[in-house]
């Protein structure tokens, strides 16, 4: 009995010894080095802790996208040089253009004219079918129940003190992030984020979107207080662009591109290092305070062709950009070799890429491929023909069923011509009707995703349902039962687009 209680009086005493030398330890700290000194300190060590997580996602396939890939790869090449660990960069692309039948460098892909092989040790985690809307949302939340048997497995695994960085390059329309079988939409990425910020899964998260009209997934839904911010190529209702294109522009058949712009230009200006474009010495202070906002105005004064727009939280905008996509160790430590244009041609940056490529022979070489050219010279124009069909076939159908559901629209007063135009704003209750109707498309017509003009025209659907959610004139019941009918109507076996419906097999 009086042995347990010297016991505890012992205990409590260390304890409080501990607890009174900390008290000094800390006082005496704060007196040397001054209490926001101390305070800075505390971070760096809590900072020291954090840890950078990455995906990175190519979201179209076939060769004609080849600039999506290289994109990507190159990113990841750039991520690896900036010290990130291999295990923390999760790579999701199909990976079928480097060891596509019509590239004339096999296993090799090129995001630039003059540039090096960016294919060259890139790791993919999740490639062919694996690439899907699905995988990269589980893949995002840590989810590796969902992961398991498929590609690596590798999911993030981010705790509450680490940053995410996310990089999509793909297609895109209104509200949608395009896959190669299907759509993301964003709704579903806002619920995501959503939960992954109430659960602490991260600290920040920087989003880098390519994609035309990526903005219409972050434009007035992006929260400015959910710790993430996002980056996109393009505005709400604006294309992205392709750039180091090759081919004669008024030829399908032959065109294709090495890169993105906006893409390329936050890449490049990462490879700008290595080639010393900044004098050694300034490289680490260059690095060490340059914020992501600093990085954003960069960018965007660089990009020419569209608006590279920001979205969300501002505050992410302050962090250091290294604690998302890591900091060069050194300029002259790689043997990866980009030509610069920036430094010399800053305000003549796209002139001087489109006068580069002009006189590549690797550019030539991809587009005029040397290898089979039978074979690709049909498939080309296949491939040029195909797509004429579909957008013919595309455009009529989506006309009948926009008539259909509006001549049976109770009191439809307004123009046709409206339902066409890009919508100004996307409100998330929108979503749910908008993707029933694209599902119901792609059920009963033909493949949405797998046809890539089809991203120019969906839009009319969502403004079918914000007509219905705005008016009294149709509940939403209603309207669905009618869309329902006249989709069915419209692509059924005996409707009179049977025939051309036969052609989308090609796809
Ligand atoms: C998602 O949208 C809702 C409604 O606009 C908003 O309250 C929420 O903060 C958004 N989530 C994020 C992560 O921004
Ligand atoms: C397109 O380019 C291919 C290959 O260069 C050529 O054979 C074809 O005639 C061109 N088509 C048109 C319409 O110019
Ligand atoms: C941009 O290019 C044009 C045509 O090549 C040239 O006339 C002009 O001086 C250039 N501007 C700058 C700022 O270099
Ligand atoms: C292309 O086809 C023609 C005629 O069929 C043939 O003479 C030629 O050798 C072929 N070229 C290549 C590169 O296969
Ligand atoms: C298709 O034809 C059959 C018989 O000719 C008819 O009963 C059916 O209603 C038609 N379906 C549609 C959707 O028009
Ligand atoms: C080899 C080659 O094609 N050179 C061309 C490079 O571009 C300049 C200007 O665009 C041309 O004058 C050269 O003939």
């Known amino acids: 009995m009086l042995n347990n209680k010297l016991k505890y009086l012992w205990i409590i005493l260390t304890l409080s010894l501990i607890l009174v030398l900390l008290t000094i330890f800390i006082a005496a700290m704060i007196i040397k080095i001054g209490p926001s000194n101390f305070i800075d300190k505390c971070l760096e060590l809590l900072e020291s802790k954090r840890e950078t997580w990455v995906i990175l996602v190519a979201g179209s396939k076939g060769w004609y996208n080849y600039r999506h890939q290289a994109d990507v790869a190159h990113a990841y090449q750039i991520l690896l040089n900036n010290g990130l660990r291999t295990d923390h960069i999760i790579v999701m692309m199909t990976d079928d253009v480097a060891y596509d039948i019509e590239n004339p460098f096999p296993g090799q892909l090129f995001n630039s004219p003059t540039g090096?092989?960016?294919?060259?040790?890139?790791?993919?985690?999740?490639?062919?079918?694996?690439?899907?809307?699905?995988?990269?949302?589980?893949?995002?939340?840590?989810?590796?129940?969902?992961?398991?048997?498929?590609?690596?497995?590798?999911?993030?695994?981010?705790?509450?003190?680490?940053?995410?960085?996310?990089?999509?390059?793909?297609?895109?329309?209104?509200g949608i992030l395009?896959?190669?079988?299907?759509?993301?939409?964003?709704?579903?990425?806002?619920?995501?984020?959503?939960?992954m910020y109430k659960s602490g899964k991260f600290h920040r998260m920087l989003l880098y979107v390519e994609a035309c009209k990526a903005g219409s997934l972050f434009d007035g839904i992006l929260s400015e207080s959910s710790n993430i911010f996002a980056v996109t190529a393009a505005g709400p209702r604006e294309s992205s662009w392709s750039i180091y294109c090759s081919g004669d522009d008024d030829n399908e058949t032959s065109i294709i591109?090495?890169?993105d712009e906006f893409s390329v230009t936050w890449i490049?200006?990462?490879?700008?290092?290595?080639?010393?474009?900044?004098?050694?010495?300034?490289?680490?202070?260059?690095?060490?305070?340059?914020?992501?906002?600093?990085?954003?105005?960069?960018?965007?004064?660089?990009?020419?062709?569209?608006?590279?727009?920001?979205?969300?939280?501002?505050?992410?905008?302050?962090?250091?950009?290294?604690?998302?996509?890591?900091?060069?160790?050194?300029?002259?430590?790689?043997?990866?070799?980009?030509?610069?244009?920036?430094?010399s041609t800053k305000n003549n940056n796209t002139n001087e890429k489109e006068k580069n490529l002009k006189n590549s022979t690797k550019l030539y070489q991809l587009s005029k491929n040397r290898i089979g050219v039978n074979n690709t010279m049909n498939k080309r124009k296949q491939y040029s023909e195909n797509n004429?069909?579909?957008?013919?076939?595309?455009?009529?159908?989506?006309?009948?069923?926009?008539?259909?559901?509006?001549?049976?629209?109770?009191?439809?007063?307004?123009?046709?011509?409206?339902?066409?135009?890009?919508?100004?704003?996307?409100?998330?209750?929108?979503?749910?009707?908008?993707?029933?109707?694209?599902?119901?498309?792609?059920?009963?017509?033909?493949?949405?995703?797998?046809?890539?003009?089809?991203?120019?025209?969906?839009?009319?659907?969502?403004?079918?349902?914000?007509?219905?959610?705005?008016?009294?004139?149709?509940?939403?019941?209603?309207?669905?039962?009618?869309?329902?009918?006249?989709?069915?109507n419209v692509c059924s076996k005996n409707s009179t687009f049977s025939n051309l419906l036969k052609m989308t097999n090609i796809y």
């Open 268 to 343: 490049e200006d990462q490879d700008n290092v290595k080639i010393g474009v900044f004098y050694p010495g300034q490289v680490n202070e260059f690095f060490e305070t340059r914020t992501v906002l600093n990085h954003f105005n960069h960018v965007r004064n660089l990009v020419k062709l569209s608006n590279v727009m920001p979205y969300g939280d501002f505050n992410v905008g302050q962090d250091k950009l290294s604690s998302y996509i890591g900091k060069p160790s050194g300029v002259f430590s790689t043997n990866f070799n980009h030509y610069n244009t920036q430094s």
């Open 116 to 174: 090096s092989n960016v294919h060259q040790g890139l790791r993919v985690d999740y490639n062919g079918e694996d690439v899907n809307s699905d995988n990269f949302l589980h893949v995002l939340t840590g989810n590796k129940i969902a992961m398991q048997n498929i590609g690596s497995g590798r999911v993030i695994e981010s705790k509450e003190r680490d940053n995410i960085f996310v990089n999509f390059v793909g297609h895109g329309s209104s």
């Open 178 to 195: 395009a896959f190669p079988k299907d759509y993301l939409y964003a709704d579903e990425l806002n619920i995501t984020l959503n939960s």
């Open 257 to 259: 591109c090495l890169g």
């Open 388 to 488: 004429k069909i579909m957008k013919n076939i595309m455009d009529q159908i989506f006309d009948a069923i926009l008539q259909g559901v509006i001549k049976r629209w109770p009191g439809f007063i307004g123009n046709i011509n409206e339902l066409k135009k890009l919508p100004r704003n996307l409100p998330l209750n929108v979503f749910p009707c908008y993707r029933r109707n694209l599902d119901l498309i792609n059920e009963n017509c033909f493949s949405l995703p797998k046809n890539l003009y089809a991203l120019n025209a969906i839009h009319i659907f969502f403004n079918l349902c914000t007509r219905v959610i705005d008016s009294n004139e149709w509940t939403q019941v209603q309207f669905d039962v009618t869309f329902n009918e006249v989709v069915l």
